[in-house]
């Protein structure tokens, strides 16, 4: 069965950087998409950011783009989120989510993943 199991929030002062771990098991590595969604309190779930484990392509959300990267480590079947000059704003819980993807450009809305993890905090502030 698909298990993804998050790491790596935590709380962080605004500039400051996190890595976002996903370690992932019961599947096929390869064809997947495999991404990062949050959830603010008292806010819609938000895509920030998708990699597509065969093509390696990625994609982001415009609130995130020059400050996250996403990437993977096949090997360790293991996607990261680092994530750079942090704001308020950027305070969330942090889910990752994964689905099976020929395509190249991973999808960001929520309706197309079918596992997700169950979440990290992210806190940034001083």
């Known amino acids: 069965q698909v298990q993804l199991v998050e790491s790596g929030g935590g709380l962080v002062q605004p500039g400051g950087s996190l890595r976002l771990s996903c370690a992932a098991s019961g599947f096929t590595w390869n064809y997947y998409a495999i991404g990062w969604f949050r959830q603010a309190p008292g806010k819609e779930r938000e895509g920030v950011s998708c990699?597509?484990?065969?093509?390696?392509?990625?994609a982001y959300a415009d609130s995130v783009k020059g400050r996250f990267t996403i990437s993977r480590h096949n090997a360790e079947n293991t996607v990261y989120l680092q994530m750079n000059s942090l704001k308020p704003e950027d305070t969330a819980v942090y889910y990752c989510?994964?689905?099976?993807?020929?395509?190249?450009?991973?999808?960001?809305?929520?309706?197309?993943?079918?596992?997700w993890g169950q979440g990290i905090e992210v806190t940034v502030s001083s």
């Open positions: 989510v994964t689905r099976v993807w020929y395509g190249s450009t991973c999808p960001l809305e929520a309706a197309k993943y079918n596992y």
């Open positions: 990699i597509s484990t065969s093509h390696g392509s990625t």
